[in-house]
């Protein structure tokens, strides 16, 4: 082997070059990444909504011992908590926090993973159901950024929640098992689609189209006018107990009827509905609760799973609302014995506590498609099976809409993973004037936490069927383990 010049030695200590993190993976950590992928795919099959992805969430953190806060607000004298103890907050059934208390008072602050469980999708309308040229259809309004063309000629299941006229909740899944039936947008035919392919693309198939075809068969009733509509409700009424009018107030989302697959000969990569951003969510989750075993952790720590984040975080599921503010002022206010800074659980305690904390901020970013190259910066573009990637801003254009670490920050970030081996990318969202995007990181960091965007780098984002790397999201919970831990 030849000896490497002085010049081949300098380019190594001073240049940050990745390789793809295969590369140095033992056969131990690969039989560790396939396990991690295969229950993460199990996982988004049975979450592909944020209610079923929370009811999960929900289920794991009852049987490993976590207490609600509203059984702790019920109780006449408040559960005394100690470093260890296990708490969480459902909110709606559509969003959760939970925490694990730790050794140092809760002024010094707390470590926190954000990630949201919404993801893009069709949502059907307050009065959806009509009937046309012999069929029945369900009028929709889609949900988050979209390409509309990629949701037709697809098959679709319907989930949800609807209640009965006595009040009774009514979950709704058709499409996920075998022998159900499921739904389809349909598109037009080559042969008659001249005019329609001369449009621009974000034209061509407009939202108000999205319609989704629910059947054909008409109710064998010669005084019905709308007999096919008709056939609908009633296999609806015998199902659910429901009539048209609870169409009002349900909660009905379509989303592709397609389960989580490896990707490639090699099955390096996974396929699935929903990576943006359960891809974070599940691995944020997973390593928050391995704080729940053993010892109680040095810092707090806390997960943050949110609602709403694709279309602004808006309502209060979603991280706009101070729902994420209230748990933290709880746990001051419970845990003042230890943590007080001013009088207990006063509002000038929770800024303090948030003023001191720091959070990862997980979300997906865009991996670079030598397909579209065009779009991206190869300097700082983020690579499938590089790694967790850190992005210090996010936004458009002029960083419009994104929280821009500090660089003291940033480099914490980065010499926590780089001591505990686990290797990061640099990721921004494309060039600077191609577009842009942004996550729940500026509505946490608007309370004083310090923030940074981390997460898995995908392919096809927001697309019905989304792509990542199976040793991303394996590095990428490493990561998150890693900032919680040490931070």
């Known amino acids: 082997m030849e000896e490497k010049t002085a010049g081949q030695l300098l380019a190594e200590n001073l240049s940050f070059e990745l390789k793809t993190c295969w590369e140095h993976i033992t056969r131990e950590d690969a039989t560790k990444i396939e396990q991690f992928a295969d229950n993460y795919k199990k996982f988004i ?3 592909k909504t944020e209610r079923e992805f929370t009811a999960q969430c929900l289920e794991i953190l009852e049987r490993k011992g976590f207490i609600d806060i509203e059984n702790l607000l019920l109780e006449e004298k408040r559960k005394e908590m100690a470093p260890g103890s296990k708490i969480y907050l459902n909110i709606k059934g559509k969003s959760v926090i939970f925490a694990v208390l730790g ?22 309308k307050t009065n959806p159901l009509y009937e046309d040229g012999g ?60 005019d329609q392919m001369q449009k621009k693309a974000s034209e061509f198939f407009r939202g108000e189209d999205l319609d989704v075809l629910a059947g054909s068969k008409p109710y064998l009733d010669e005084n019905v006018k709308e007999k096919v509509k ?72 806390v997960c943050y799973l949110s609602d709403k984040e694709e279309i602004g975080s808006m309502g209060n599921t979603g991280a ?13 206010a419970q845990f003042a014995c230890a943590t007080s800074v001013y009088a207990p659980s006063s509002d000038i305690d929770t800024r303090v506590v948030l003023s001191k904390s720091a959070m990862l ?36 254009g002029g960083k419009y809409g994104g929280s821009d670490a500090s660089a003291e920050f940033c480099w914490k970030v980065q010499n926590i993973l780089s001591k505990n081996g686990v290797q990061w990318q640099f990721g921004n969202l494309g060039k600077v004037d191609k577009g842009g995007g942004g996550t729940i990181a500026y509505r946490i960091a608007n309370l004083g936490v310090d923030v940074l965007d981390c997460g898995i780098p995908v392919l096809s984002m927001h697309a019905p069927f989304e792509i990542i790397s199976k040793v991303d999201l394996w590095t990428t919970y490493r990561g998150y383990l890693a900032f919680l831990k040490d931070c």
Not at 320 to 332: K, P, V
């Open 45 to 47: 099959d049975k979450g």
């Open 320 to 332: 706009e609302s101070r729902q994420f503010e209230n748990f933290i002022a709880f746990l001051c």
């Open 230 to 301: 008709l056939t609908i409700l009633s296999i609806l009424n015998e199902r659910y107990g429901v009539t048209e009018e609870a169409f009002a107030s349900a909660e009905i989302e379509f989303v592709p009827a397609v389960k989580a697959r490896d990707i490639g000969l090699d099955r390096s990569l996974i396929g699935a509905y929903g990576h943006d951003d359960r891809s974070c969510a599940f691995t944020a989750f997973w390593a928050a609760l391995d704080f729940a075993e053993g010892d109680a952790p040095e810092k707090t720590v």
């Open 361 to 396: 901020s997980a979300d997906v970013n865009a991996a670079f498609d030598p397909s579209f190259a065009d779009v991206w910066d190869k300097k700082t573009a983020s690579y499938c099976g590089k790694g967790i990637v850190l992005s210090k801003y996010t936004g458009r």
């Open 135 to 194: 069929f029945a259809l369900f009028d929709t309004h889609y949900y988050g950024g979209i390409k509309h063309y990629q949701w037709t000629t697809i098959p679709l299941a319907m989930h949800g929640v609807i209640f009965t006229k006595d009040g009774e909740k009514r979950d709704i899944c058709i499409g996920e098992n075998e022998d159900d039936p499921v739904f389809v947008i349909t598109d037009l035919l080559p042969h008659l689609a001249q």
């Open 103 to 124: 050794k140092k008072p809760l002024s010094a602050g707390v470590n926190i993973v954000g990630a949201h469980v919404d993801s893009p999708r069709i949502d059907l």
